[in-house]
């Protein structure tokens, strides 16, 4: 199994000197497994990169999973070149959105539309196919399994886990770790909390002993005050999920725009200071690193 | 009433408004980014229309659930805050059940009964000792048992209307009048809309007999005998509206589940001043 980022940050595409070494494109990683299938998790500008990477594959059969639909995380697609190339098939998946009960189809092709974009989906050249997931549903694609758990979001958003070979990730998408919304003093504080317990323990069932966890951490933990019920992750969260789920390896992700590479890799640095020795080891993601599992 | 009048119903059901009092909390609440979300989720959670809207989604097929959620609280961690924000967004900016109408219904007096029905319920089932994570039902029961007669309200008001003058003079209840005039009591009808939206089962069967007397060799009490209580404390209570003035006092076999009478009950439940005032918070514009 091969894991590429192609887009590390979070929110808006930011490019610029400050950003240069980790890149200031949004979310998208390449898995690849058994060469058949060009496995991508999300379409935000970093697609766009890859697209240019798989013009030298052509045709190529793309198998898209998106983890939500905000659109740091798919507003690269209408630019993803494969999907203008007659012979590409390009599979999307994502989860039913509830409040205005739409697929991922109907809403991905609301992104191609005259005032938009120039082109319209029903023309583009690849073949498309949009499929809603259930979740914990599992996508077969030759040996590979992939399975999204919901996670906490401001809309829904699936963490997806992928497995090939004895070997596996999961990627978060992004993820607040739900909070208590009542003080001890109300009637609803213990049940509340308990809800919170299952939910947590649901996801650190699902991801347990990962050999790779890309894990939303937008803030440090003294941003975040200001930030709670923004839908992100902390690095002490990301550090918390990985540890009780036994991780291997844990990668820090949707860098804040904001924050330049001087600011990521100080704060990377205090924490291999104070958490170096733990038993998970800690990675910043990075446009253009590759892990080879 | 035919299946396909009963279908028909449903789809009309989908773009059902909720109750002014919510409609206008939710539109000012939501108007505030910063709006407190234990406030947000306490006013959506006594207004009948939208906690069924909520449980519906949760509940439906797209998500394919293990076992069915019955609680705002627990669709809030599921979905979301937001979403479950915006589910009654999507609700509440299709209009709202009007104060008054031709069936000369009482709107806010009606939700008043509602959620005074789901509190009872809950303090019943409290004093009952029911374990914590369970009491929530028991405030659903209440609050969603007449779910029907917003249903008649607002797609057959006309036979509705003649239903309510029938049972004004407290002779007949309601429901036996509705069977007459309508075909289908209020209770049947909220049971149709509790199955065909996949709402938990114990819920369906509560709201489908909350009028009725049930005789079963338990001798714990019966999920539906709280919403039968409290539905009769309400009028005991004299409090709220529900357009059915007959009193029907517990049977003998609930008094032998319970241990004892109505009264017995009403006098062992504290606060309950207290929890009428919240509760017409809630429902009094």
């Known amino acids: ?293 | 009433m035919t299946e396909d009048k009963k279908k028909e119903i449903i789809k009309l059901v989908e773009k059902m408004p909720a109750f002014p009092k919510s409609v206008q909390r939710v539109l000012e609440m939501t108007s505030d980014i910063n709006c407190s979300p234990r406030e947000l989720v306490a006013v959506i959670e006594h207004d009948p229309v939208l906690v069924m809207k909520i449980l519906k989604t949760v509940n439906s097929a797209y998500f394919g659930l293990a076992s069915k959620i019955t609680s705002i609280n627990h669709a809030v961690v599921y979905l979301g805050l937001n979403a479950v924000k915006n589910i009654a967004l999507t609700t509440v900016t299709i209009g709202m059940l009007p104060r008054s109408n031709s069936a000369g219904f009482d709107t806010n007096g009606f939700l008043l009964h509602c959620i005074l029905a789901a509190t009872i319920s809950k303090l019943v089932a409290k004093k009952q000792r029911v374990p914590h994570e369970e009491i929530f039902d028991y405030f659903l029961t209440g609050l969603l048992h007449d779910i029907g007669k917003v249903v008649f309200l607002r797609f057959m008001p006309e036979k509705f209307k003649k239903a309510l003058e029938l049972a004004k003079d407290g002779k007949q209840p309601l429901h036996k009048i509705e069977r007459k005039i309508i075909g289908i009591d209020h209770a049947q009808m909220g049971y149709f809309i509790s199955a065909r939206w996949n709402l938990p089962k114990t819920l369906g069967e509560a709201i489908r007999h909350h009028h009725d007397i049930i005789k079963t060799d338990s001798k714990k009490p019966l999920h539906t005998d709280y919403v039968y209580i409290a539905n009769q404390l309400c009028k005991k209570l004299q409090a709220g509206y529900s357009g059915n003035f007959f009193f029907q006092d517990m049977p003998n076999e609930m008094k032998e589940r319970f241990g004892m009478g109505l009264d017995e009950i009403w006098a062992g439940l504290e606060d309950l001043d207290n929890e009428i005032e919240k509760s017409k918070n809630f429902s009094i514009m």
Not at chain 1, 25 to 46: F, M, R
Not at chain 1, 115 to 136: D, S, W
């Open chain 1, 1 to 293: 199994m091969k894991i590429r980022f192609w887009g590390v940050r979070g929110s808006i595409a930011s490019p610029g000197p400050r950003t240069v070494k980790y890149g200031g494109n949004t979310t998208c990683i390449s898995v690849e497994t058994d060469g058949q299938y060009q496995i991508i998790l999300d379409a935000g500008t970093g697609i766009n990169v890859l697209g240019q990477h798989l013009l030298k594959k052509l045709p190529v059969k793309c198998a898209l999973f998106i983890t939500h639909t905000h659109w740091d995380h798919i507003n690269g697609l209408p630019f993803f070149v494969p999907i203008f190339i007659p012979g590409n098939t390009i599979t999307v998946f994502g989860a039913f959105e509830p409040v205005y009960k739409k697929n991922i189809g109907e809403i991905l092709t609301n992104q191609l539309v005259y005032y938009y974009f120039p082109v319209r989906e029903a023309e583009l050249k690849a073949t498309m196919r949009y499929v809603t997931l259930k979740e914990r549903q599992t996508v077969k694609i030759g040996e590979t399994k992939v399975t999204g758990i919901l996670m906490s979001h401001p809309i829904l958003d699936f963490g997806y886990k992928v497995e090939y070979n004895g070997k596996s990730m999961f990627f978060t998408g992004d993820h607040e770790p739900p909070h208590n919304i009542y003080t001890p003093e109300d009637e609803y504080y213990k049940e509340y909390e308990e809800l919170i317990t299952q939910k947590e323990q649901a996801i650190i069932d699902f991801i347990s002993g990962v050999d790779v966890l890309i894990c939303d951490s937008s803030y440090t933990t003294a941003e975040y005050a200001s930030k709670k019920g923004w839908g992100h992750g902390t690095f002490d969260s990301c550090m918390e999920l990985a540890n009780k789920a036994n991780v291997k390896n844990l990668y820090f992700t949707h860098h804040e725009p904001m924050r330049s590479d001087d600011d990521i890799e100080r704060i990377y640095n205090e924490i291999i200071q104070t958490r170096g020795n733990d038993k998970v080891k800690y990675f910043l993601a990075q446009e253009g690193l590759e892990i080879d599992l």
